[in-house]
C-alpha cells in the first residue's frame, strides 16, 4: 500500500474535501489507491487498526460517506484508467473512474453507456445504486449494463461477480450500493449511439404551470425511448421539455409550442456536451440538501402539490421504456415502473442558512409523499433504507450483507445492516 496521507500532508485537505461543502471531516488517514493489490492492503489494514472505513470516487454522497472521521478514507481516485474494445462494445473500468472519462473513451467511437448527469460523478457509486441517466429509456440503468463486478471483500479477499459467477452477488451489486464490497473494476456493454443529442426547454408561467404539467405528463405516455423528458418547477416558472440521444427529436416540439411559452432554448449538441452541460451549477463549493421520491403516477392532486413550492425548486424525470423492460426480480435495484423521480434540491454558501434551508426542503418533500411509492437510493438522504427495497427484496438483500459482511465493515453508505450486526466497525 502506498503512503497514507495525514493531516499536513500536501494532498490531505484535497482528498478529504467532497462535492457538499457541509461535510468537513478528518480521517486519521487516507489511502490513495492505484491498484487492486492497494486496495486490499487498505481493508486489510484498517481492519487490523479498528478504523472505520469511507470510500471515495466521485464523493457525489449529500451524507458525504467517503469521508470518516478518524477512520480510513480509501481513496480510489487514482484507479480512474477505461479501457474500450469498440469491436466488442465493451468497457473496462476502474472502481475510481470518473463519468467524464468514461463518456470520452466510448465516444471516441460513436459508444456510450449510461450514465449519470453530471461529468464529475463517480461510476462505482453511481452504477451501484442503480444509475440513472439519459440513455436508460433506451438501453437501461447503468447496472443494467454491467457484465462483470471486480470486488474486494471485508476480508481482504478479490471476487468476481457476474451472471455465472457469484451470481447472487451480482444480483446484490445491481442496485444494492456499497454495502458488500469495494469495486475495483466494472465491464459495462457500450452501445452505438453517435454523438449527437438534442435538449428542448419550453419556459411557462406558474399560473399556467397546472395545465402544462398536466399536458406534459400526458405527452409523456407515447414519448419515444430516445427522448427523457424533464419538468422543473420554480415559485415563480414552470419549465418542461426533454432530452434526446440520437438522430431526430425534432418531431416533439410542435406540442411543447403548442402550449404557449414564454421562452424556449432549443439546442442541438453533442452527447459529450450533454454529459458535462451541469458540471458548473453542480460545483464544489456550495453546502447542499436534497429529498427525492419516486411517483409511479402523477395525478392531478400530485400536479397541486408540486406547483405550492415554498421558494425552493423541483425537478421531474421520466424513466419507463427499457428501464421497466427488466424483471423486477433479476436485480436488486426496485421500483422499476416508476413513471417519475422527483427531486428537490437547494445549494446555499452560508452556514448560518444550514437550519432554515434544510426545513424548508423537508416541509415541501413531505408534501409530495402521500403520492411517493418510494426512493432512488443514491438520493435517500435520512431516509429509511425501505424506501428503496420492497421487503422482500430487503430480506435477501440483508442475507447477502450477512454473508459477505457480517461485521459491517462497510457501513459508510446507504446501509443494508446484516444479520444481528452492530452499525460500528468490528475489526
Not at 336 to 354: G, I, L, M, N, Y
Request: net charge negative.
Amino acid at each position: 500500500m502506498n503512503k497514507l496521507l495525514q493531516a499536513g500532508d500536501t494532498g490531505y485537505d484535497e482528498a478529504r474535501s467532497v462535492w457538499n461543502a457541509m461535510v468537513d471531516r478528518y480521517p486519521a488517514a487516507i489511502a490513495r489507491c492505484h491498484d487492486t493489490a492497494d486496495v486490499v492492503a487498505a481493508v486489510r489494514f484498517a481492519r487490523e487498526a479498528g478504523l472505520e472505513i469511507g470510500v471515495r470516487c466521485g464523493g457525489h454522497s449529500i451524507a458525504g460517506h467517503a469521508v470518516p472521521d478518524g477512520g480510513l478514507m480509501i481513496d480510489l481516485t487514482p484507479m480512474n484508467a477505461v479501457r474500450v474494445d469498440p469491436d466488442r462494445q465493451l468497457a473496462w473500468v476502474q472502481g475510481g473512474a470518473l463519468l467524464g472519462e468514461l463518456d470520452k473513451a466510448a465516444q471516441q467511437y460513436g459508444l456510450a453507456t449510461t450514465a449519470g448527469n453530471v461529468s464529475h460523478t463517480g461510476v462505482g457509486g453511481l452504477t451501484l445504486g442503480g444509475g440513472m441517466g439519459w440513455l436508460a429509456r433506451q438501453f437501461g440503468l447503468a447496472c443494467d449494463n454491467v457484465a462483470s463486478y471486480e470486488l474486494v471483500t471485508a476480508d481482504g479477499e478479490v471476487v468476481r461477480a457476474s451472471a455465472d459467477e457469484n451470481a447472487e452477488l451480482f444480483w446484490g451489486l445491481r442496485g444494492g450500493g456499497g454495502n458488500f464490497g469495494i469495486v475495483t473494476s466494472f465491464e459495462f456493454r457500450l452501445h452505438h449511439i453517435g454523438t449527437r443529442a438534442l435538449v428542448a426547454e419550453f419556459t411557462y408561467p406558474s399560473s399556467a404551470g397546472f395545465d402544462v404539467l398536466r399536458a406534459w405528463r400526458e405527452l409523456n405516455t407515447t414519448a419515444p425511448r430516445q427522448a427523457t423528458f424533464t419538468a422543473s418547477i420554480t415559485a415563480d416558472a414552470v419549465t418542461v421539455g426533454y432530452v434526446w440521444v440520437g438522430n431526430g427529436g425534432f418531431e416533439l416540439l410542435d406540442a411543447f409550442r403548442a402550449m404557449g411559452p414564454t421562452d424556449e432554448h432549443v439546442e442541438e449538441t453533442s452527447y459529450l456536451t450533454l454529459q458535462s452541460r451541469d458540471d458548473n451549477v453542480q460545483g464544489h463549493r456550495y453546502r447542499r440538501y436534497w429529498k427525492g421520491h419516486y411517483f409511479k403516477a402523477l395525478p392531478d392532486d400530485a400536479i397541486r402539490a408540486l406547483l405550492r413550492t415554498p421558494g425552493v425548486s423541483a425537478s421531474l424525470q421520466a424513466y419507463g421504456g427499457a428501464i421497466a423492460d427488466v424483471p423486477d426480480d433479476d436485480a436488486a435495484f426496485s421500483h422499476r415502473d416508476t413513471q417519475f423521480e422527483f427531486v428537490t434540491a437547494t445549494r446555499w454558501e452560508d452556514p448560518a442558512e444550514d437550519e432554515s434551508r434544510i426545513a424548508q426542503l423537508r416541509e415541501y418533500a413531505a408534501t409530495l409523499a402521500p403520492y411517493a411509492s418510494g426512493a432512488y437510493l443514491n438520493v435517500l438522504n435520512g431516509d429509511s433504507i425501505s424506501r428503496a427495497f420492497p421487503p422482500a427484496k430487503l430480506t435477501r438483500l440483508t442475507a447477502l450483507k450477512t454473508a459477505y459482511d457480517p461485521a459491517n465493515v462497510f457501513h459508510l453508505n446507504q446501509n443494508i445492516r446484516p444479520g444481528g450486526a452492530s452499525t460500528t466497525n468490528a475489526a
